[in-house]
T-cell receptor
Framework: NAGVTQTPKFQVLKTGQSMTLQCAQDMNHEYMSWYRQDPGMGLRLIHYSVGAGITDQGEVPNGYNVSRSTTEDFPLRLLSAAPSQTSVYFC???????????FGEGSRLTVL | AQKVTQAQTEISVVEKEDVTLDCVYETRDTTYYLFWYKQPPSGELVFLIRRNSFDEQNEISGRYSWNFQKSTSSFNFTITASQVVDSAVYFCALGTGGFKTIFGAGTRLFVKA
């Protein structure tokens, strides 16, 4: 069972470059979200979606864009990468609004 | 505002010791959910438990137990007879309406053989 799949697992960018982190889930979950994990700060919510066509901002949305054109996919876009966006990114999905989160394996991003 | 505080940054114990990880939360909502997740050294995030605000019964699952006290806004996690495989970062999380689950900073547990 695939669950939540994130790609790429590792990425190095230069300041100012753009990229998209891909996230796909095959569990037909309505709810999907992106978190970033930084040392000593836990996981912070970037953006989330409660269904196709609906997205909203989390705690730290600046510098990131999302869209949700299908139930399965929820890509995270960095339009102009900055060193402060160096982090580990996790995509998660849930079958209900306050249910347990199913996480992808994470994507480690380094911005030089 | 919603907030989750895990005051213990790191805990180190010797195998077979019991250890309690503290979690204190803040919310004005009357309906909310509390979670614990485990992140072993391999990096994945593993769900451990979900508890809703109307259910204050303590729960035990093998060597794991959870103590939920609304009066002190705490949801503490105890590992009995710890093992080396319990070494991980443990996150407490708070979920309220609108699919906004927020996490504490995590507690890193080291269990020495």
């Amino acid at each position: 069972n695939a669950g939540v799949t994130q790609t790429p697992k590792f990425q190095v960018l230069k300041t100012g470059q753009s990229m998209t982190l891909q996230c796909a889930q095959d569990m037909n979950h309505e709810y999907m979200s992106w978190y970033r994990q930084d040392p000593g700060m836990g996981l912070r919510l970037i953006h989330y979606s409660v269904g196709a066509g609906i997205t909203d901002q989390g705690e730290v949305p600046n510098g990131y864009n999302v869209s949700r054109s299908t139930t399965e996919d929820f890509p995270l876009r960095l339009l102009s990468a900055a060193p402060s966006q160096t982090s580990v990114y996790f995509c998660a999905s849930s079958v209900q609004e306050t249910g347990e989160l199913f996480f992808g394996e994470g994507s480690r991003l380094t911005v030089l | 505002a919603q907030k989750v505080t895990q005051a213990q940054t790191e805990i180190s114990v010797v195998e077979k010791e019991d250890v309690t990880l503290d979690c204190v939360y803040e919310t004005r909502d009357t309906t909310y959910y509390l979670f614990w997740y485990k992140q072993p050294p391999s990096g994945e995030l593993v769900f451990l438990i979900r508890r809703n605000s109307f259910d204050e019964q303590n729960e035990i699952s093998g060597r794991y137990s959870w103590n939920f006290q609304k009066s002190t806004s705490s949801f503490n996690f105890t590992i009995t007879a710890s093992q080396v495989v319990d070494s991980a970062v443990y996150f407490c999380a708070l979920g309220t309406g609108g699919f906004k689950t927020i996490f504490g900073a995590g507690t890193r547990l080291f269990v020495k053989a």
